[in-house]
């Protein structure tokens, strides 16, 4: 879920930039780091508009930019991650559950069925003690076993085997 919070404090909090320029902005926490779960935001960033109108025949890109941001706690753990294929009468899911400390996140993934790759998902992030589902397309209905391949934090490929589960 998306809320605001005031947990963090931002510096500068507005700012204006020229074309070309750089701004540097600090984050602080407000609280102690936590224990044993990171803890997990998304900083956005959106230009507010000058009020200046294109000029005739153009258009002007508004900019905005979510970038995420992870607090680790004290005890530094590692992702627990358990994974499963769910298939029932309304289709098939996956659904990954991170019992440990950190997040984990996946890039470029893509779901082969067999030899065959049946869904593409541009990255995969499940947070630390959390759970994430991810439709999946009419294909997998009656997989017996799927495959993610994908590349990790590290740029190394991670190759993954779900065994289907029916849903209750």
């Excluded at 960033?45 to 153009?58: I, L, N, T, Y």
């Excluded at 753990?77 to 950190?102: F, H, K, M, V």
């Amino acid at each position: 879920s998306r809320a605001e919070t005031r947990e963090l404090v931002l510096n500068p909090p507005i700012f204006k930039l020229t074309a070309g320029a750089q701004q540097l902005v600090r984050v602080a926490s407000r609280s102690a780091p936590p224990q044993e779960a990171e803890r997990a935001y998304r900083l956005v960033f959106d230009e507010v508009p000058a009020g200046q109108q294109a000029s005739s025949g153009g258009f002007r890109i508004r900019v905005s930019m979510d970038i995420p941001l992870y607090v680790e706690p004290v005890v530094l753990s590692s992702a627990q991650l358990a994974w499963r294929l769910e298939q029932g009468a309304d289709g098939a899911r996956l659904i990954a559950t991170n019992s440990g400390g950190r997040h984990f996140r996946l890039r470029d993934v893509r779901v082969h069925q067999g030899t065959e790759a049946i869904h593409a998902i541009p990255r995969i992030v499940v947070l630390a003690k959390s759970m994430l589902a991810i439709d999946l397309p009419e294909t997998a209905k009656n997989a017996q076993v799927l495959r993610l391949i994908g590349q990790d934090d590290a740029d190394q490929p991670v190759s993954i085997d779900i065994s289907a589960a029916r849903a209750q």
